[in-house]
T-cell receptor
Framework: DTEVTQTPKHLVMGMTNKKSLKCEQH?????MYWYKQKAKKPPELMFV???????INESVPSRFSPECPNSSLLNLHLHALQPEDSALYLC??????????????????FGEGSRLTVL | DAKTTQPNSMESNEEEPVHLPCNHS???????IHWYRQLPSQGPEYVIH???SNVNNRMASLAIAEDRKSSTLILHRATLRDAAVYYC???????FGTGTSLTVIP
C-alpha cells in the first residue's frame, strides 16, 4: 500500500467554523507533512512531524493546528480561517532516518489533497 | 536549503525527448538532487533523485553536471500524460521552487 489518503476531498467552511482535515498512511513512514498550495503556485511547507513530534512549523498562523495522534495519522484542525486560506492542502509522508550524523528523508508520497474554500 | 532555478515553461512534441534543466549553483556537497512532478489535479509524485552520477529509472533519466551546479531531467519520449509541473528540489526535499510547466503537443 503506497497510498496517502486525505479526507475530505472538498471542504467549504465559514470563518467561524471549526473543521479538521485528515491524512492517513500505512507505509510505516515516521515523517508526515502538511503543505498549502494556491492555484498556479508550488506547494508551501507548513508543518513537519518526525516520530509523532512536531519538528518544523513554518511560522503558520495559530488558526491552523496540526496533530499527529499516532504514526499513521495526521490531522490539521482549522478554526477562524480567513478567505485567503482557501487553497489545496496536501499531506505527504516519508521514511526518515539518521545516517552519518545527518537526518535523511526518503521519497515523499503525497495525497491528492483537500480543497478548502473559506466563505 | 539551496535555491534552484528552472524555466517557467517548456513545450515538447509528443514522442520527442524532453530535457528539463535546473540550476543550483549553491548546492552543498551532501545535497541530493530530487525531481518531482505534479499532474493536473493531483499531488506531486516522485520522479528520480541522484547525488553525483547520472541515474536512470523507468520514468526518466537524471544527468548531473560534473560540478553539480546544474542537472537535467530527461524524459526519453514525451507522452500527453507527461504534461505536468516538474520541480527540482535539493537536500531534504521539503521546499519546492517554482518548477517548470511542461506542455506536450500532440
Amino acid at each position: 500500500d503506497t497510498e496517502v489518503t486525505q479526507t475530505p476531498k472538498h471542504l467549504v467552511m465559514g470563518m467561524t467554523n471549526k473543521k479538521s482535515l485528515k491524512c492517513e498512511q500505512h507505509m510505516g513512514h515516521r515523517a508526515m507533512y502538511w503543505y498549502k498550495q494556491k492555484a498556479k503556485k508550488p506547494p508551501e511547507l507548513m508543518f513537519v512531524y518526525s516520530y509523532e513530534k512536531l519538528s518544523i512549523n513554518e511560522s503558520v498562523p495559530s488558526r491552523f493546528s496540526p496533530e499527529c495522534p499516532n504514526s499513521s495519522l495526521l490531522n490539521l484542525h482549522l478554526h477562524a480561517l480567513q478567505p485567503e486560506d482557501s487553497a489545496l492542502y496536501l499531506c505527504a509522508s516519508s521514511l526518515i532516518g539518521l545516517a552519518g550524523g545527518q537526518v535523511y528523508t526518503g521519497e515523499l508520497f503525497f495525497g491528492e489533497g483537500s480543497r478548502l474554500t473559506v466563505l | 536549503d539551496a535555491k534552484t532555478t528552472q524555466p517557467n515553461s517548456m513545450e515538447s512534441n509528443e514522442e520527442e525527448p524532453v530535457h528539463l534543466p535546473c540550476n543550483h549553483s549553491t548546492i552543498s556537497g551532501t545535497d541530493y538532487i530530487h525531481w518531482y512532478r505534479q499532474l493536473p489535479s493531483q499531488g506531486p509524485e516522485y520522479v528520480i533523485h541522484g547525488l553525483t552520477s547520472n541515474v536512470n529509472n523507468r520514468m526518466a533519466s537524471l544527468a548531473i553536471a560534473e560540478d553539480r551546479k546544474s542537472s537535467t531531467l530527461i524524459l526519453h519520449r514525451a507522452t500527453l500524460r507527461d504534461a505536468a509541473v516538474y520541480y527540482c528540489i535539493l537536500g531534504n526535499q521539503f521546499y519546492f521552487g517554482t518548477g517548470t510547466s511542461l506542455t506536450v503537443i500532440p
